[in-house]
């Protein structure tokens, strides 16, 4: 499976952009999916998580109350809405697989798309 993540762009503080990750197969569908980052001169972070039915949602503590993870298993694409963005939230976003483990530890994930990048300007 390959994934596609786009969305990106330049958003001022306090802005909102929604990231999408198109998978190449269907059988996306059957697997648990994750949204990651990455800021300049910083370690692989866990955004984001989300079951293969979408029943339930994992976020990291930075990002609650202002990121929403869902996915529409028809179109095999995870989305990342993201609101009252912040400086901080400036990276390279990545989705990929959820393999099995503990959510946040980006070693349990696979297939990672190329990313697209976020920046948000104070």
């Known amino acids: 499976v390959q994934l596609q993540a786009s969305g990106g762009g330049l958003v001022q503080a306090g802005g909102s952009l929604r990231l999408s990750c198109a998978a190449s197969k269907r059988t996306v569908r059957n697997y648990d999916m994750g949204w990651f980052r990455r800021a300049p001169g910083k370690e692989r972070e866990f955004v984001a998580a989300?079951?293969?039915?979408?029943?339930?949602?994992y976020y990291q503590d930075s990002v609650k109350g202002r990121f929403t993870i869902s996915r529409d298993n028809a179109k095999s694409t995870v989305y990342l809405q993201m609101d009252s963005l912040k400086p901080e939230d400036t990276a390279v976003y990545y989705c990929?697989?959820?393999?099995?483990?503990?959510?946040?530890?980006?070693?349990?994930?696979?297939?990672w798309g190329q990313g697209t990048q976020v920046t948000v300007s104070s």
């Open positions: 990929a697989v959820f393999m099995g483990g503990r959510y946040y530890d980006s070693n349990n994930y696979s297939n």
């Open positions: 989300i079951t293969y039915n979408g029943g339930n949602m």
